[in-house]
């Protein structure tokens, strides 16, 4: 039978105690840490969890015996930054078909402090080593932004319109006491800052830090009996594309994300005017217009007018990105799970930026440089 | 041109050695789709449209137009920054990454859709690299 909208909830969120620089814990402290703080908010312990997923070679064999627990379902799924947002709709698939009923997600990344960081060594022989790595990529600032200048030329879109980007997710970051930028920044100030990967410059690229996250879910039914509001999932999408961004279809649009955003909106049955809160995942400025075009919730092109006119800033009728994102609250390598906790933030209506009356949230990731995508619409009213 | 030391070097399968042994000839090889007509590219002994093992390989004809690029502005072995990481798209229709060579590696310089013809540079005896550089009288 079909999972229906809302079926599923998220009862535990938690982001680890410290984000930014945590030089006294190694990386799968950082996902203990969060995991511990989500089942506190949830009032459960390790032994009431019976699924769990995270990201990672052979990560889950290892977290499941950190933490004490005994899964019968297990998920590693390894897209990059938004593998979070496949695991929540795994997760929801899973206890919907009673293959478990309480599912731990958990995230930790020692991205700044690089404690018992994962390697991500560039094999010569995978198609990448062969095809790109020989001309000089040096992660993701050399290869995220390699499709936007066809993109700014396909659409007419200004080096003011791609700092705008950084402008405004710092007007929501100085309402965040735990986003590692907020002091107030200007365009002119995006365009000085220094040049890393033209047409980008340090404004527009993510911050790397240190960090972890988890959520906890269980079944729609159950959820009333836990102490916090629940968060219930209404619809999910999910896809994939090419690890190499050259070999993209279209540079100017992800057919991952117009595969992913889609689905979620059709499962969840919900329009794009009723979402009152979204979180797209942003390692660089460009992001933000991309989502917004291929969710439609803008035709193509016009996200730069969008953003420009002040629609996603504080006070604006498509809040975008309200916890600063990953361009000035934090970005341990792997964002997505910051995202998720941000809109269960809203959702609870416990965010240090909160928007008023939020009822839908919807959070959009990418894995990889447009390698990967899932999608997930979230609420705070069970249809 | 010789490149710099230091560069990641590919290391052939037997699915894309047939490329690299172009390369070294001097020649840029790409495949086709037996039931399309279809370039494509990276390598590989299928057809990505259908499915079909029914491909070929030939010779592409080097020319090719810059889609889009980054200039890198941060040291990274085997390179002097700025140095642009370029992706072209080839006439016969498929994009592959690589450098622009003879060209200041300028905004100005690098100009989208300009006309680029590929330039083979050896790297050792066994790897040449496909490199691309303004087209001669455009």
Known sequence: MTIKPGEIAIVGAAESTRIGTVPDMSQIMLHADAALNAMEDAGLKPSDIDGFACVGNMMPQQLVHYLGITPKWVDGTGVGGCSF?????????????????TVLITHGESGKSRINATPRPAEPQSLQGQFEMPFG???????????????????????????????????????????AFRDPITIADVLNSRMIAYPFRLLQCCLVTDGGGALILTSADRAKDFPQKPVYILGSGESAEATMVSQMQDFTSSRAFRVAGPEAFRMAGITHADVDHLMIYD?????????????????????????????????????????????????????????????????????PAQVPDVEISVCHGVGGMFSASGTVVLSNQRP | MT????????????????????????????????????????????????????????????????????????PVPGFKPPYAIAVVELEEGPRMMTNIIDCPQTPEALVLDMPLEVAFVKMDDEITLPLFRPARGA
Not at chain 1, 85 to 101: Q, W
Not at chain 2, 7 to 23: A, I, K, L, V, Y
Not at chain 2, 51 to 56: A, I, Y
Request: charged share 20%; proline share 9%; hydrophobic share 35%.
């Open chain 2, 3 to 74: 490149l710099e030391p230091g560069r990641p070097r590919p290391e052939p399968t037997p699915e894309t050695r047939h490329f690299w042994e172009g390369t070294k000839a001097g020649k840029l090889l790409l495949q086709r789709c037996g039931d399309t007509g279809r370039a494509y590219f990276p390598p590989r002994p299928f057809s990505p449209y259908t499915g079909t093992r029914n491909v070929e390989i030939f010779e592409a004809s080097g020319r090719a137009t810059l889609h889009s690029y980054v200039i890198h502005h941060r």
């Open chain 1, 283 to 351: 390692a660089f400025a460009h992001l933000p217009l991309y989502g917004l075009e291929d969710l439609g919730f803008v035709k193509r092109g016009e996200a730069k007018d969008f953003i420009w006119e002040g629609h996603t800033r504080p006070g604006g009728k498509l809040p975008l990105n309200t916890n600063g994102g990953g361009l000035s609250y934090t970005h341990t390598g792997m964002y997505g799970m910051f995202a998720l906790q941000e809109s269960v933030r809203q959702l609870r209506g416990t965010a």
């Open chain 1, 85 to 101: 947002m496949l695991h929540v709709r795994h997760a929801a698939a899973a206890i919907h078909a009673g293959y478990c009923s």
């Open chain 1, 137 to 179: 990529p040096m992660g993701p600032p050399t290869l995220f932004p390699i499709p936007v200048l066809r993109y700014m030329k396909t659409y007419g879109v200004t080096h003011e319109h791609l700092a705008q980007v950084a402008v405004v997710q710092r007007e929501w970051a100085a309402m965040n006491p735990r986003a």
